[in-house]
């Protein structure tokens, strides 16, 4: 208990909500309180989600190149 960290593979389902298993959420979630450094990497994996493209991708410069404008 509490030694077994969380594969990307959890984390990834966790921020994408599709842990539908109410015992798996529960022990990804019980986890992720208890530990900072699962925890660090759900939050950095929730930025790139949400915020991720606005910076790693440059969608606008993109765009000016776009023949269709
Ligand atoms: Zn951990």
Do not use: F
Request: proline content about 4%.
């Amino acid at each position: 208990m509490g030694e077994q960290h969380l594969s990307d593979v959890h984390l990834e389902r966790y921020v994408n909500g599709i842990i539908y298993d109410a015992a798996e959420l529960k022990w990804v979630e019980s986890h992720l309180y208890e530990c900072p450094d699962c925890a660090d990497r759900m939050w950095s994996m929730q930025e790139s989600e949400d915020g991720g493209s606005a910076e790693t991708e440059t969608p606008d410069l993109y765009r000016r190149d776009d023949p269709l404008q």
